[in-house]
């Protein structure tokens, strides 16, 4: 009921900005989970919008059974996207409520004290926490944030104003995309569920086209890269899903290493694509990826709509529709970008306009 409940909500604010502007304005006295609700605590009017979001990457509540609030999740998003598609103001919105927790103590800090973005961020830096039946919190937490930045140069470089750790211990600020893109290295490293490094990488992905600002800061940290040509290079261990999505990844940065305050320039990326992976395997790991079962399961489910798709099951979902909206319509400038020398792209005119950075 709850499911469908969203569902309906989703298909009434879709593409009309009345009722988007109507969603906006409604406060909400509830707790969604009463197991989830400290005893005594009084519940306050919260904006529509926060709670969908709980529902879509919260904790499960301990009376569901995990298969049943994965169609809750879905829902939930779905409601969420449809709030914010066509709708940019509410994208800048969600936008400005991006917080890194303060430290490590305030990621277990209790949902309801969060705003949006902060429990977005907490849940995406906080993947080792949930359990193999709980990975679905970071899948949706990188939909969501997926969501919010895509197409969006204005909230991309909100985000990316966001950085972890506190200057006031000595620690080294580092911003939230170079912090992702550590999660996904570690998330293989320590064996964790595949969509977990899957869904960290296509955030990053959807965060990057279009932004050469993001990528000059994401090679600030020289590791990102030497990641990235693990996973596109190795040869026994390495999911084919995370290898097309990492090379697909390598050729976005190479494709928007444009902005003038690059730490690398392309010239000293092109070495790594020519030799090192090569720019037919680069493609054969991307073309892998686009034919595979799970890429084209999401296609049909993004192409379907809530009353034949439910979020789809569960044990198929490994890529989100941002993500495959995004893979095809770059996927041509894709292929020709990582064919070509360091000095082309950036005179080619669909790239023109992005000089000097976004």
């Given at each position: 009921v709850r499911s469908q409940s969203l569902y309906a909500i989703g298909d009434v604010v879709r593409d009309n900005k009345v009722n988007q502007n109507l969603f906006q304005r409604i406060l909400i006295t509830a707790s969604v989970d009463d197991d989830t609700e400290p005893s005594g605590e009084k519940s306050i009017p919260e904006p529509?919008?926060?709670i969908v979001i709980r529902l879509s990457v919260g904790k499960r509540p301990t009376i569901v059974p995990a298969n049943e609030y994965y169609i809750v999740r879905?829902?939930?998003?779905?409601?969420?996207?449809?709030?914010?598609?066509?709708?940019p103001d509410a994208q800048l919105a969600l936008a400005?409520?991006?917080?890194?927790?303060?430290?490590?103590?305030?990621?277990?800090e209790p949902e309801k004290h969060q705003s949006a973005g902060s429990l977005i961020v907490s849940v995406l830096l906080d993947?080792?926490?949930?359990?193999?039946e709980d990975v679905w919190r970071v899948w949706y937490a990188s939909l969501l944030l997926s969501t919010i930045l895509r197409d969006h140069i204005e909230c991309k470089e909100q985000a990316l104003k966001i950085s972890l750790g506190d200057e006031s211990k000595g620690e080294e600020?580092?911003?939230?995309?170079?912090?992702?893109m550590s999660q996904a290295r570690q998330a293989t490293q320590f064996g964790a569920d595949t969509r977990v490094c899957i869904s960290l990488l296509t955030l990053i992905c959807v965060w990057l086209v279009n932004f050469p600002k993001g990528v000059a800061v994401l090679l600030d940290?020289?590791?990102?890269?030497?990641?990235?040509?693990?996973?596109?290079?190795?040869?026994?261990?390495?999911?084919?899903?995370?290898?097309?999505?990492?090379?697909?990844?390598?050729g976005l940065i190479y494709q928007f290493d444009i902005d003038a305050d690059t730490p690398m320039t392309r010239e000293s990326i092109y070495p790594i694509l020519s030799k090192r992976v090569g720019a037919d395997q680069l493609q054969i790991r991307v073309q892998r990826l686009r034919d595979s079962k799970e890429f084209q399961y999401?296609?049909?489910?993004?192409?379907?709509?809530?009353?034949?798709?439910?979020?789809?099951?569960?044990?198929?979902?490994?890529?989100?529709n941002v993500f495959t909206d995004l893979f095809k319509a770059h996927y041509e400038s894709f292929r020709a970008a990582v064919r070509m020398g360091p000095n082309e792209v950036p005179t080619n005119p669909n790239y023109a306009y992005l000089q000097g950075g976004m």
């Amino acid at each position: 009921v709850r499911s469908q409940s969203l569902y309906a909500i989703g298909d009434v604010v879709r593409d009309n900005k009345v009722n988007q502007n109507l969603f906006q304005r409604i406060l909400i006295t509830a707790s969604v989970d009463d197991d989830t609700e400290p005893s005594g605590e009084k519940s306050i009017p919260e904006p529509a919008i926060v709670i969908v979001i709980r529902l879509s990457v919260g904790k499960r509540p301990t009376i569901v059974p995990a298969n049943e609030y994965y169609i809750v999740r879905a829902a939930a998003a779905y409601l969420v996207q449809a709030y914010v598609g066509n709708n940019p103001d509410a994208q800048l919105a969600l936008a400005a409520t991006l917080t890194p927790p303060g430290d490590a103590s305030s990621i277990m800090e209790p949902e309801k004290h969060q705003s949006a973005g902060s429990l977005i961020v907490s849940v995406l830096l906080d993947w080792r926490e949930t359990s193999q039946e709980d990975v679905w919190r970071v899948w949706y937490a990188s939909l969501l944030l997926s969501t919010i930045l895509r197409d969006h140069i204005e909230c991309k470089e909100q985000a990316l104003k966001i950085s972890l750790g506190d200057e006031s211990k000595g620690e080294e600020p580092l911003p939230l995309i170079n912090e992702l893109m550590s999660q996904a290295r570690q998330a293989t490293q320590f064996g964790a569920d595949t969509r977990v490094c899957i869904s960290l990488l296509t955030l990053i992905c959807v965060w990057l086209v279009n932004f050469p600002k993001g990528v000059a800061v994401l090679l600030d940290e020289s590791s990102n890269l030497t990641f990235l040509v693990e996973q596109i290079n190795g040869s026994s261990g390495v999911s084919a899903l995370v290898q097309g999505v990492a090379a697909f990844t390598f050729g976005l940065i190479y494709q928007f290493d444009i902005d003038a305050d690059t730490p690398m320039t392309r010239e000293s990326i092109y070495p790594i694509l020519s030799k090192r992976v090569g720019a037919d395997q680069l493609q054969i790991r991307v073309q892998r990826l686009r034919d595979s079962k799970e890429f084209q399961y999401a296609v049909g489910l993004a192409a379907g709509t809530h009353s034949n798709a439910y979020g789809g099951l569960s044990n198929e979902v490994f890529i989100d529709n941002v993500f495959t909206d995004l893979f095809k319509a770059h996927y041509e400038s894709f292929r020709a970008a990582v064919r070509m020398g360091p000095n082309e792209v950036p005179t080619n005119p669909n790239y023109a306009y992005l000089q000097g950075g976004m």
